[in-house]
Every structure is written in structure tokens, then in C-alpha cells.
């Protein structure tokens, strides 16, 4: 029976070629589309859970209370590791290293800034790299030691053996390859190229060997024996800080190395989130795209039902059973799948290429994953039954007595349920459309916004190397101002986008002692406002002019306003422990997230702490020779080190990734769901087109012209979109609203997106139902009346 069902629904596919491969072309999109969108948020789930016990993995946090609010920071002492694996149950290894910084390595003349990272033994047994060459038993004790991945052995070394070589850090350290490891996924929060004993840290840095709890430096990483463990191992560690430093506010919590990409947010001291909210967005968007597909499938199924009415009516009237029936129209629905699914492969792989460079990301398609091949054919086969229920049902349930006399199908039971699919098909469409408008309003809107400092040509290039002195600062400056590539050089203590580097430790005449307020911390050379193009409000900023400015202190608006001087020029600062004068308040300007205000700031002129050369391009001169001046400058004077130049404004644009991506793939895939419920409203349109065709001949022979049927056909449809509208705008109102609400600046919602969704979908509508709807009004009026 089977044999038989399968050969007449391929009959019956091959003799309907047409609204085979419009059913084939709709559904492969949407399976196409819900795929990629899957292998994307499968591709950020799988974050960090490519270790062995990546279960029993915690990162630790550290919330700090205030009177206003808890931080939250994976930044904790050096010692919190050691302590940790002394004194808390349960735990296995106890880890704490760097964050991942770049730092040139070479050999020879082969000379790369790559991502390191300084830690301990303990960190290759929590994070279990595979060993490709070296003694897993001696790793990181050996201090001029260093790990390299595979890509870094191959750039420093080409099909060499690296192990046992030598390689040079900074151009000072000269380190012996030890090991080499499989290379970091890109799917690993902690990225790197190469690893360095803790130990070779403390020699660099010596101030690290000293204990110290109020210096949060370091990330440390436990992992326990087992998970039954951990809320005795919470427990313990939450008063971890006031056991060790008295006074604190500050308390630690386990943090699941699972979820530390996905719940990044914390609120007084919680996960509320983070990326999970725009995967979950994604998920909903790849399965309502693949609803809205089978949802097209039903309608185009539909509108074929008065041809395929007498089909049913013969085969119920030789003895076919209504089950029997719906089993065939099911198969031909899941054979339409399953060829749909062989076309959806191939658009994957033709999109993939441009989706990973257009994200930044590696999207494959694991061919040799069971549960790839599980998820495939259960998502396909699940297609083939939603798409296929309501026309297996529908079209079955013909009486054969009445669609053998001619019996019209389209009851208005029938043409409800179909206007109904039609309307969910333009509510999603409507909402896509209004929020993809939103998105790209909220994304315009904080690029456009002020940020404090003119950002256009200005270049920021790491002091590294023969840079570092005043002695070699100061003829850097006068080299690139003498060749007219720049106008302007000043200092700073880290780029211009880059958080981090604040401290309590701020106090002043009049400070309420219970109230903590958490101050960036910065230091900046001579003619650093002029530089970046900003204004001072009050007061002067550093100059060469003054001699005692190391005892000085430059702090922004929003410092002032916390401090509450009226005119805070001349008063004293208490920073860590010293007396501080304010000479000047700068503007504030964006340094961290644009979607906030800017944190209370002070700003030192200690040139021992400043890490980086700011600079102002000449604009009179083309950017590419100033540029191509300031590397031969700078190459001349430091020619171990690349000269690693960037633009503030290119690492500006990096704080808004986020918001890009989900506007890029909203609008992507947004579009596939409106072109997919095009298709669906074709189904309509030809169903009402070819129910209506006597009246629609009728009306011709009595003088209606084509526009004036088409002007008929379209005022349905019309009405069928502005109730989708109607349903659309309070959904939409809701997601976006809660969208926005987590920016403290926003666009908020205007009628402006409302309108391009009235607009576009009505466009939309017309267009779609015209192209079919111009067939029939321009069709002779004798071909449908004939018969009568």
C-alpha cells in the first residue's frame, strides 16, 4: 500500500510541476533558514563546553556592594586560588591566570603579535587543550618555558619540531618551547596562542608576588570534584573577601564556565542574562520562519483543492477509507519535504561562506554528527506533518456523492482557516519588520550620538619596546609632528575604548564615609583634550607649561558631579592614600559601553603608567600617506616590534557588534519570512482568483475594466493585512519596548516603523495578489461562462 501511496503522490508531484516547485522552493527556504539560524545557536551554546568536566568548571566572581549598586567582575586577587584550594570543599584544581594579552613573540626575523596568557599547572588540567607534541607531566614549572598552538608553532617555526626551541618574548625573554596544543576553537571564551608559567609573570611585574585582596588582577577558574559539591563550595566561598581583608563589601560567587558567554549580565549580584536573550530571539525567528513555510505549504495545498476534489471523490467511491486517503496526502507532504530538504542543503552550503564571514564566526555543518543527521530528519519529517495536516484533513474530508455533482469546496469554513494562516503569515512578517526598523534606528542613533571627542582621525599605536622612556616619547613627537603626518601627539594610559582600571579608593572633604562610588582610573601626557578634540569645562588640563603636575589631577563632569563642589578647581582629591589638587574638569566622553553614561573619572599625569600614544592626523594631508609616515617613524625607532597602529574609530565600532548581528541576521532572515508569506498569499490569491472566476467574467461583460477587478481582488487582501497590522503593533510595541528598556540611552518608539510596516506589507500584497490577479481579469469572459 505504501509502494502504491508513494507512487501516486510522485504522479501527482511530476504532473503539477509549477506548484511542486513553488511548495519545494518555499519550504526549502524555510528549513534553509531555520537551519542556519540552529547551527548558530547551537554554534554559541556550545561555548566553552569543549572540555572534558566543563560541567564541574566554575569562574569566580566578584560582587562588590555599594549604597547605590552590586558590581559584578570575573576579576579577582592573586591569591584567591590558593586559598580557594586550601580551604573550600570539594574543589579539584584551583587556577588563576591573565587575561589574554598581546604580546610579541618572535624567532628571528619571523616577529608576531599574538594573544598570551600567564598561569599555572592547574590551568591545563580545568582547560584540557590536547597535547599534540611535549611532557604533559612538566608543563609551566620550568619558568623561560611557553606553549604554543599549533598555528603559532607554524608561524614561528614552519614544519620544523618546535619543541625545545627558542623563541623571544617582547624581544627581552628568551623562553624554550615546552609543548604544543591543538589550536584554541573560536568557540572558547579564553582565546590564546600561546601559554607562559605564572612565575615568569611575577618576574615581569614584581608588585604581583605580594598578597594583596584589594587588587582584583586575575582570573580564577575552579573546578570541582563533583557537582553534588557545589552549593556547599558557594556557600564557603561567598565571605571568602571579608575572611582575608576586613572592611570589605565584596563577595564571591561560582559563576558556571557553561554559562559564562551566554549570562554575562549581572544585577545586584545575579545572572540575568546576557547573549541567551538574543538566542532565544533567533530560535523563536528560525522556527516561526519554518511555520510560516508550512503555513504557505498549506495554503498553496488549498487552493489546488477544486482539482483535486474529483481525485478523492473517485477514491472514496471505489472503497478508499478517509485513513487512507489522509496516509497519501501526508506522504506526498513529506516527500515535498524531504526534496525540499536536498535544495535547503544546498543553499546552506552556498550561504554558509558568506554568513561566517559576514559574522565572524565558523559555521560547518557536521556531516559526521549523529545528532546533526537526527536533528535533520526529525525537523524535516516534523515539516512534513504540520505542513501537510490541514490539507491531508481537509481535502480527505470531501463527500464523494457532492464533489462528483460539482460540490464547491470553497465553504467558508474553509476560506476562514486559510485567512486566518494568511494573517499569522503578516503578523510575523509586520513584526519583523517593525523591529529589524527599531534595531537599526537604536544602532543609528547611539553612532550618531556625541561621544565627548572627535574620534575621526585619530590614531592610537602601543608603547612598546625602544618606545618606552620619556627620553624616546618625546623624540617620537617631534619625529611625526616634523613630517607633517601629525598635528598633534599626546599619552594615554590604555586605548580609548578599553574599560577596566577603577578603584573605590577616592575620597574628599564631605564624602559620606558608608557611600562607595567606583572611579575610572587613567593617566594622560601633556595637551591630552587638544589632542582628542574635546573641551575642558573648567580649569586646564596637563602642560609642559607647569612643572608640578605629578602632584595634580584632571577629573570629568561626571566626577564633578559626584564630588558636589561647586567649583571644584584647586580642591583636594584623597586617591589611594594621596593628596591630589584638581586643576581642571574634562568633558566627559564615551570610553566603554555608548549605551551609558560615562563613570566618574580622574585622570594622572604619571607618565610611568601611560601604555599608549595617542595622535592626531593632519587633515590636510591623504590618511594613507600619514599613515604609511607614522609606521616608517615609529618602524625606525622600534624595529623588533610591529608597529601595531589602529583608528579610534574602528575600535569604536567594535562596542556595537552586538546590535549589528542581530540587526544583520534580523534582516536577512526577515526577509526570507516575508518573501515565504508572499508565496503563502499566492496560495490565496489563486484560490479566491479561480473560485471567483465567473463572477469576475460576469462582471468584465457588464464593463468593469481590469482595474476595476483588480481593485475588487486586491480589497480583500488589503483587508486581510490591516488586520495583521492590528494584531502585529501591540506584540511588536511589547518586544521592542522590553528590547530597549535594557539601554539607558535609546531611541525609543516612534510611529516611523509602525508606518513602514502598513507600507511595505501592504506593497507587499498588492504586488503578490496583482501578479496573479491580472491573469484572470485579462482572461476571456467566454472561457469561464461557456460551460453555463
Known sequence: MFKLDLKIALRSLWKNKGYTLINVGGLAIGLASCMILLLYVAYEWSY??????????????????????????????????????????????????SYPQEQVISNGEKTFKKKAVYTDPSFLKIFDYKLIKGNPNTLLNNINSVILTETMAKNLFGDEDPINKMVKLQNTEVLKVEAVIQDVPKNSSIQLDYIMPWALFIKQNPWAKDINWGNNMCLTVVQLQKNTSFDQANTQIRDIYSRNQEGTTSKALLHPLSKW??????????????????????????????????????????ARSEKRAKEVGVRKAIGSSRGALIGQFMIESILLSFMAMLVAFTLMEISLPYFNSLLGIELVIKYESWTFWAVLVGLTTFTGFVAGSYPAFYLSSFEPVKVLKGFNTAGSSSLSVRKILVIFQFVFAACLIICTAVIYQQLNYIKDKPVGYNKAGLVQIPIQGNLAGKEKLALLKERLIKTGAVTQVTYFSTTLNTSGNNTFSVSWPGKNPKEDILFNNRAAGEDFAQTMGTEMVAGREFSAKFTADSTNIVINEAAAKVIGFKNPIGKTLNVMGKPFTIIGVMKDFVMESPYKTAAPMYITNHMENVDFIIARLNPAQNISTSAAQIDEVVKALNPNFPVDRTFA??????????????????????????????????????????????????????????????????????????????????????????????YEFNVGINVLPFVIAIGLSSIIAIITVSVQSVKVAKATPIDSLKHE
Request: positive net charge; contains cysteine.
Open 649 to 742: 574609530s574602528d575600535n569604536f565600532e567594535q562596542k556595537f557588534q552586538d546590535e549589528r548581528l542581530l540587526g544583520i541576521l534580523s534582516n536577512w532572515f526577515g526577509g526570507f519570512a516575508i518573501f515565504i508569506s508572499c508565496l503563502g498569499l499566492l496560495g490565496l490569491a489563486l484560490f479566491m482568483a479561480e473560485q471567483r472566476k465567473k463572477e469576475i467574467s460576469i462582471r468584465k461583460v457588464l464593463g468593469a475594466s481590469t482595474l476595476n477587478i483588480l481593485t475588487l481582488l486586491n480589497k480583500d487582501f488589503i483587508k486581510l493585512v490591516a488586520i495583521a497590522n492590528l494584531i502585529a503593533f501591540p506584540l511588536a510595541y511589547v518586544i521592542i519596548s522590553k528590547w530597549l528598556s535594557a
Open 261 to 302: 558567554h551566554l549570562y554575562d549580565n549581572f544585577e545586584n549580584g545575579k545572572s540575568v542574562g546576557g547573549k541567551i536573550d538574543q538566542l532565544r530571539i533567533f530560535l523563536i525567528l528560525a522556527f516561526c520562519i519554518l511555520l510560516i513555510a508550512c503555513v504557505n505549504f498549506m495554503n498553496l495545498s488549498t
Open 48 to 97: 566553552d563546553r569543549q572540555f572534558t568536566n566543563f560541567e564541574k568548571t566554575y569562574v569566580i566572581y566578584n560582587n562588590v556592594k555599594t549604597t547605590t549598586k552590586t558590581f559584578s567582575w570575573a576579576w579577582t586577587p592573586n591569591a584567591m586560588a590558593d586559598e580557594v584550594r586550601s580551604k573550600i570543599t570539594g574543589v579539584a584544581y584551583a587556577s588563576h591566570s
